[in-house]
């Protein structure tokens, strides 16, 4: 199930881990804190389970919206999409 | 139909006005760049032509989730949730 997650992380460091678990989960980076990525429940909620440990008691939110494919399906995408190589720089 | 918008804009001013018209169809603000509103078809639509409008040849990324029952069940939260307070600052 296509799987959208966004997160609103001030701290850098923290911010960094998020994006490098998502990665490992084989989410794809959609916006600078969106990912997007195919996941079964199991991997869903072992990855809610990671991002809380994670975050901890740090100040932040991270959510996490699984997509049915209708609902994937009726996504709209408005102006340029992530670029890759930006993400060298950040 | 709930539907969940996140935006990637750099530019402050083009990011404020955003805001503004996604506070002007009702959305309420979860994340720093992502709304949540009980939007219909046509109402989504709209927003989508406006929203389009504004960015313009701008460079960002702007992007809706139309969201069925089932789907925005399954949403998680972890963290905390956007403060309403902490806007005013911003």
Redesign the interface.
């Known amino acids: 199930m296509e799987t ?1 997650i ?3 992380i001030t701290d850098d460091n923290l911010r960094n881990k998020i994006a490098t678990i998502l990665k490992d989960f084989g989410c794809m980076r ?5 990912f997007l990525g195919d996941l079964n429940t199991n991997l ?1 909620d072992k990855l ?1 389970i990671k ?2 440990k994670i ?1 901890g008691d ?11 494919s ?2 994937f399906g ?9 670029n890759v190589e930006e993400e060298m720089i950040l």
Chains 1, 2 share one sequence.
């Open positions: 959208l966004i997160y609103d959609i916006q600078k804190s969106a869903r809610k991002l809380e975050l740090e100040f932040g939110n991270i959510q996490i919206y699984p997509l049915c209708k609902c009726l996504r709209k995408n408005i102006g340029e999409n992530y």
